[in-house]
């Protein structure tokens, strides 16, 4: 497996650097007497440019790695190397600055602000980025240009987690992590954000991750991840990728 | 303007009926302190403004005739500014329209030019003209209390002589801002005036020509008082000087700093009670308020967004909130303190008003009320931030249920699931429970606090009149006569029993400390006017000794047993040692009471009485009233049951003012208390109710979860109310004892019930207004998203 992620990525599209390096990492919950294993030792390294999906069954840790590459949870052991820079070790100030310049982030659930419209809720973050795109074009890029000034209630699911998508790459990220992007998308829809989510990928380098539990999607990654038990175990390089348009559920 | 800017807004439009009701509580806080200081302080300023415009004396003596003279020595005393020598005599009226005798001081006024000391504000009509013993001008409340008016005709015995005088004008003077007649607890305007007359004219009625009987004199700045009054007291001791003393001694003043200081003392413990008590519901609630954002700071940290920046958002709310509670309560405070000092001005008739508003108050109260808002928020924020955006993000677990006994009763079918589900609830978080009953209960002490001077009061009066001086009048002599008048006065039409006393004024001294006080004189055991304990037991006056009230023995530092030096002010001027037989708890102050019998072995000047308290058969009332009219020796009558009219009225009117501020501002602060409880536990738990409403319950079902909650909450924090607001209470009496009084400390039972009525109807006002949410509660929103 170490040897996979080694040279996992498809030099033919140019020199790559390692974005994240992830070395042992486990999880452990504990509420009250219950302990759960989320991760449990998961070694990994992502590129940049790279568009990995991460599969596998409900329970199987996907979004606690996320998490912790996001910055929004720290591992109980092992390290996480963000270029080179541990990331375990950063200090508080340190994570809202990587988080904020750094990390696009879709979460599972779409955790928009209520209080704010759809462009509201995009400009939140591109007023704080530091080379964004206009909260407006974002939308346009989802999708959601005519609808941007609903307040989420005003929503579908499908439109509120856009919403959520248009904000993780309003900012030019360097890594985008989505958690379940298209999880409550019609396949048309699903295909425009995933259009969205690989432009971004190939026009700016991203590193990009993207759960779902949608195997057809994994079609369009450079590798597959597949996740059992807090373990990756399985992973997959895909010999011919295909855009987006091309797939369908 | 930012999104985070945006959401500010947003917030406060959400949630502006909650806002409003934080608002409001903490402009109640901020509100009582700005009024009763700025009450305070403006009656304060007025009245050194009116003392000072209108030449207040700061030393007052009564001689019994000294010559004109004089008057170039007493100037010549170091320190003195201004001397004024007049004659005051003690007259008896015969009102129009009154059927009771009035009794009436007149004071001389120079014949030419104003007096340099106690200046008269005219009100209407003009000045008696210098020489006209038929002219007269009246003190402005006596008029009114009359309907007397410029031209009204009125009856007086003077130095037993009946004249008919005409009333020329009305004055108010500083000297007489409490009108208070001889023997009265309370101002009795009708029955107690105020004359003012030509000194020609009043000299010759009393015999008075070149000749003097009283005294006032103003000091320069920096006089030592003590040695002025020193070397008066060696002036007019030939002349039957009875010791000059200084404002602290003078009647109004000392009666009106009586009452400013009891406004002070109401100013420094109520208000602030009122403003920490809201400034800790401000911070409970918006704590709570805030602590519901928890996933929404997750998720603006993930974005981002630091601690700071995220703890700045949420200060803007609270801010705002605060601002608007402390604005109003500004402009609350200033407007009620405003019509307070117009409401007390009036009630002591002062010729003009100066409304003094102290920064330092506004800041206080302003910094305190930002302060305790910003804290709760921070406090809330802090908790959210602390925690990684992961798991702040997440709704907070499901809480790890205990089986408890509830369950017991909801399997043997005594309460519904729903209803053990409720209690489950209170269970899992007994802190927030216990908060909510806090702050509930707080309300609930704020009432009792409000309240209960009522309580205190109805017994003091009831102690004063009903059970200490039960008498029905008391006559007062011009001069001391011997005992046997009593058989006079009981021969006067409808006397049934009357009880001599005596007023002796005297100087006690003890160490270095002394004080000016009268001693009375009574029968060993009396049965109208009686000396009262604590317990009001009756206390039988020892055959030899002093009794001293508990005041005057702290005064003077003495225990029963100590010697105390006695020295008359009247008559001979001798000094005597006396022991002190008793000290009393009274709830009147400064008493000194003496058996009649010791009081006359003391003078020396054998057996006198200064008056008679009598009980009269009141159906014989007004031949009484007619006799006393005509009889000479009575110097003035107080009539008890006007005094009692009038004691409550004062107190009452004063109070009810007060007590209705108060109630009112509790009252906005416990429906702002239970409505944001309400609220906030709606809010904590909308996602759990709409899966019910979701589940097929109904809403009356359903809101029954979150009713049953407030019902246990309100009703738990009814008897922790009852004890904060006893306590509280305390507080407040400690404060508000005197020299005058001491107030009985009371709170019925009457007072805690309607606490708690009150806050249980705000209670169910904010259940109901609750309830409607539940019941529109927009299940697909509320599932989708977070209110
Ligand atoms: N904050 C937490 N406290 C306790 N246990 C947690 C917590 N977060 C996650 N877990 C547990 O860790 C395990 C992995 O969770 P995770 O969310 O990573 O799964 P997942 O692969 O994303 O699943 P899904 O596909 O359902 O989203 C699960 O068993 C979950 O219950
Ligand atoms: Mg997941």
């Not at chain 1, 993780?168 to 890594?175: C, G, L, Q, T, Y």
């Not at chain 2, 205190?456 to 011997?482: C, G, K, N, W, Y």
């Not at chain 2, 058989?487 to 049934?496: C, F, H, T």
């Not at chain 2, 029968?523 to 009230?549: K, N």
Request: glycine share 8%.
């Amino acid at each position: 497996m170490d040897g996979a992620a080694a040279d996992g990525f498809d030099p033919a599209s140019g020199p790559h650097q390692p974005v994240f390096v992830i070395e042992g990492v486990s999880k452990l919950y504990r509420t009250g007497e219950v302990e759960v294993r989320a991760l449990n030792g998961v070694d990994a390294v992502l590129y940049e440019g790279e568009l990995t999906v991460l599969l596998g069954p409900s329970g199987s840790g996907k979004s606690t790695l996320l998490n912790i590459l996001g910055g929004l949870d720290k591992p109980s052991e092992g390290t996480v190397r963000f270029r080179g820079r541990e990331l375990s070790a950063f200090s508080e100030r340190q994570l809202t600055l990587y988080r904020r310049d750094h990390v696009g982030f879709v979460f599972q659930f779409y955790n928009l602000i209520p209080s704010l419209t759809a462009l509201e809720n995009v400009a939140l973050v591109t007023e704080i980025a530091r080379r964004p795109m206009k909260p407006e074009e974002a939308l346009e890029r989802v999708g959601l240009a005519p609808r941007m000034d609903h307040f989420p209630a005003q929503l579908s699911g499908g439109e509120q987690q856009r919403v959520a998508i248009a904000r993780a790459i309003a900012k030019r990220p360097e890594v985008l992590l989505c958690d379940e992007p298209t999880g409550a998308l019609d396949s048309q829809t699903g295909i425009r954000v995933l259009e969205a989510l690989s432009a971004i990928n190939a026009e700016l380098a991203t590193a990009t991750a993207i759960i779902t539990h949608n195997a057809a999607i994994q079609a369009i990654a450079h590798r597959v991840f597949t996740f059992a038990d807090g373990r990756i175990s399985e992973m997959r390089e895909n010999e011919s990728r295909v855009s987006p348009s091309e797939i369908s559920w | 303007m930012t999104a985070l800017d945006r959401k500010v807004l947003r917030d406060l439009g959400r949630l502006w009926a909650q806002a409003l009701a934080v608002a409001l509580v903490l402009a109640s806080g901020v509100a009582t302190l700005v009024l009763a200081m700025g009450a305070y302080r403006s009656l304060d300023e007025t009245r050194e403004a009116y003392y000072e415009r209108y030449r207040f004396g700061h030393v007052f003596a009564h001689a019994t005739r000294a010559p004109d003279s004089l008057i170039v020595r007493i100037a010549a005393i170091e320190g003195v500014a201004a001397v004024e020598g007049r004659v005051v005599e003690s007259v008896l009226l015969d009102v129009p329209g009154l059927e009771a005798p009035a009794t009436a001081i007149a004071v001389s006024l120079p014949d030419h030019g104003e007096p340099s000391v106690n200046r008269l504000y005219l009100r209407t009509g003009r000045l008696p003209e210098p020489g006209r013993p038929d002219e007269v001008a009246v003190n402005e409340n006596f008029a009114t209390e009359n309907r007397l008016s410029p031209g009204s005709a009125i009856s007086a015995l003077m130095d037993g002589v009946k004249r008919t005088l005409t009333i020329t004008g009305t004055v108010l003077s500083p000297e007489y801002v409490y009108a208070l007649g001889p023997g009265s607890l309370v101002p009795d305007n009708r029955h107690f005036g105020i004359l003012f007359m030509s000194r020609r004219a009043l000299g010759s009625v009393f015999d008075m020509e070149g000749a003097f009987d009283d005294l006032s004199l103003r000091l320069l700045r920096g006089a030592d008082e003590q040695s002025v009054i020193a070397a008066l007291d060696l002036l007019l001791a030939p002349y039957g000087g009875t010791g000059a003393y200084g404002r602290k001694d003078q009647l109004s003043h000392a009666f009106l700093d009586g009452e400013l200081t009891q406004l002070l003392a109401m100013a420094r413990i109520i208000p602030p009670i009122f403003l920490l008590v809201s400034a800790y519901l401000i911070n409970m609630i918006l704590s709570r308020l805030i602590a519901l954002e928890r996933e929404q700071v997750g998720l603006l940290k993930a974005l981002g967004y630091s601690g700071l920046q995220i703890g700045v958002h949420y200060l803007k709310l609270v801010v705002v909130i605060a601002c608007v509670g402390v604005v109003v309560g500004f402009a609350a405070g200033t407007w009620l303190g405003a019509g307070l000092t117009r409401l007390y001005g009036e009630f002591y008739s002062f010729p003009f008003l100066i409304f003094q508003w102290s920064v330092g108050t506004y800041l206080a109260a302003g910094a305190v009320g930002i302060a305790a808002a910003v804290v709760g928020a921070l406090r809330a924020v802090h908790g959210a931030v602390a925690l990684p955006p992961a798991i702040a993000m997440r709704p907070p677990a499901p809480p790890v249920f205990h089986h408890i006994s509830f369950d017991v009763f909801g399997r043997l079918g005594l309460f519904s699931q729903l209803t053990v589900m409720a209690l489950r609830h209170l269970w899992r978080w007994p802190l927030r429970a216990a908060l909510s009953a806090l702050g509930t209960s707080l309300a609930v002490s704020l009432l009792v606090v409000a309240l209960f001077s009522f309580d205190s009061v109805e017994f003091m009066v009831d102690m004063l009149f009903f059970q200490s001086d039960r008498q029905d009048a008391t006559i007062s002599f011009a001069h001391a006569r011997p005992p046997a008048v009593r058989e006079a006065v009981l021969q006067l039409p409808g006397v049934m029993a009357a009880e001599p006393f005596q007023a002796v004024p005297v100087l006690l001294r003890h160490g270095h400390r002394e004080r000016r006080l009268a001693i009375t004189g009574k029968p060993m055991a009396t049965d109208l006017s009686r000396v009262l304990d604590l317990d009001l037991q009756p206390v039988v006056l020892p055959e030899t000794g002093l009794v001293l009230s508990e005041r005057v023995a702290a005064i003077l530092d003495v225990q029963r047993g100590d010697l105390v030096e006695v020295e008359l002010l009247e008559g001979h001027r001798r000094s005597v040692r006396v022991p002190v037989a008793e000290v009393i708890q009274s709830y009147l102050g400064l008493m000194v009471f003496m058996n009649l019998e010791a009081l006359w072995k003391l003078t020396g000047e054998g057996p006198r009485v200064s008056g008679m308290h009598v009980a009269i058969d009141e159906a014989k009332l007004s031949a009484l009233y007619a006799a006393v009219k005509e009889t000479p020796v009575v110097g003035s009558v107080a009539l008890l049951d006007a005094t009692r009219l009038k004691f409550r009225e004062t107190i009452e009117q004063n109070m009810l003012v007060m007590t209705t501020v108060y109630v009112v501002l509790s009252v906005i602060i416990a429906f702002g208390v239970v409505y944001n409880s309400a609220r906030i536990q709606l809010s904590e738990r909308a996602r759990e109710l709409a899966g019910l409403r979701v589940l097929g319950f109904t809403r009356w079902e359903v809101s029954r979860v979150l009713l049953v909650e407030l019902a246990i909450v309100t009703v738990l924090a009814q008897p922790l109310g009852w004890a904060l607001g006893y306590g509280f209470a305390y507080a407040v009496i400690a404060g508000f004892e005197s020299d005058l009084y001491r107030v009985p400390f009371v709170v019925e039972r009457d007072t805690f019930a309607v606490a708690s009525l009150v806050v249980m109807a705000a209670a169910t006002a904010s259940a109901l207004l609750v309830r409607r949410r539940v019941d529109t509660l927009d299940l697909i929103r509320v599932l989708k998203t977070r209110d």
